[in-house]
């Protein structure tokens, strides 16, 4: 694994002040697999008191786009599906597991599963991503 260019991607999507309000965390990151999770709290919840499928797309989508960014370019969402399958709640985060489907030479998909504290797939669902000519190990790179 590269852990330079897993470095670089954990401390890129660090300084989203979106994904810091979202409290999205990266818990592992590799070139086939990214783990990551929100927490369950009032603030993400919709009015019947379930996670707001807003949140739960935020969360798949940056977990799912980390992961692409590990082809070591910056990549931008072309498209995102998520199949809400069971209400999340009654946990105390969201977990999301994203796996590399297909890592092409501009377009990487992503399949990503949630699930709660006790692993029950909630969601899931699969990412599709342009990858762009930024470098991200490049530190004259404009997307970092």
């Known amino acids: 694994m590269n852990q330079k260019l897993a470095d670089k991607v954990q401390d890129f999507i660090k300084k989203s002040e979106y994904i810091s309000m979202m409290k999205i965390e990266l818990l592992e990151i590799d070139e086939e ?12 919840l919709n009015p019947y008191g379930t996670m707001h499928g807003g949140s739960l797309y935020s969360l798949a989508d940056t977990v799912a786009g980390s992961l ?19 209400p999340a709640w009654k ?5 999301c597991d994203a796996r590399m489907r297909r890592s092409g030479s501009h377009i990487i998909t ?13 969601d899931c669902g699969c990412y599709t991503f342009f990858r762009t000519d930024i470098n991200l190990m490049d530190d004259q790179s404009r997307a970092l």
Not at 68 to 86: D, I, K, R
């Open 33 to 44: 697999h990214a783990k990551g999770r929100m927490p369950y709290e009032k603030l993400y």
């Open 68 to 86: 692409a960014n590990m082809s070591g370019y910056a990549v931008t969402t072309l498209e995102g599906n998520l199949h809400f399958l069971e």
């Open 91 to 95: 946990t105390e985060y969201i977990y």
């Open 110 to 122: 992503v399949d990503v599963d949630l699930k709660d504290d006790a692993g029950k797939v909630l």
